[in-house]
């Protein structure tokens, strides 16, 4: 079983970048995938997820600095889930973790809910 997280950088206030997670050793049409981040001296804190049946829950946001500029979205086929971030911020500077629920419930925030994760990617945003 794999969870791996790539896509992250530098980039600049106002720019954008595709995180990408890349599933293996599970049936990911099963799972919830959620998107995790822990900033310079902070908790790691819930940013948004998508259930197993997005086509019913659509995306939930938890970090309420996100809404708007954020989205996900996943492709069961490729087995890989995508965080898309738009007009980044400093302050989203963080380390990114991508997690698999097992679960065909609406998607939650809880950390504790998570079956697998990834090791992370860093994002920094910087001028």
């Known amino acids: 079983v794999q969870v791996v997280e790539s896509g992250g950088g530098l980039v600049q206030p106002g720019g954008s970048l595709t995180l990408s997670c890349a599933a293996s050793?599970?049936?990911?049409?099963?799972?919830?995938m959620g998107w995790f981040r822990r900033g310079p001296g902070k908790e790691r804190a819930g940013v948004l997820c998508?259930?197993?049946?997005?086509?019913?829950?659509?995306?939930?946001y938890y970090a309420e600095s996100v809404k708007g500029r954020f989205t996900v979205s996943r492709d069961n086929v490729k087995k890989t889930a995508y965080l898309q971030m738009n007009s980044l911020k400093p302050e989203d500077t963080a380390v990114y973790y991508c997690?698999?629920?097992?679960?065909?419930?609406?998607?939650?925030?809880?950390?504790?809910?998570?079956?697998?994760w990834g090791q992370g990617t860093q994002v920094t945003v910087s001028s």
């Open positions: 050793g599970f049936r990911v049409e099963h799972y919830a």
């Open positions: 997690a698999a629920e097992f679960s065909l419930r609406p998607c939650t925030n809880d950390s504790e809910a998570y079956d697998y």
């Open positions: 998508i259930s197993a049946r997005d086509d019913r829950d659509g995306n939930r």
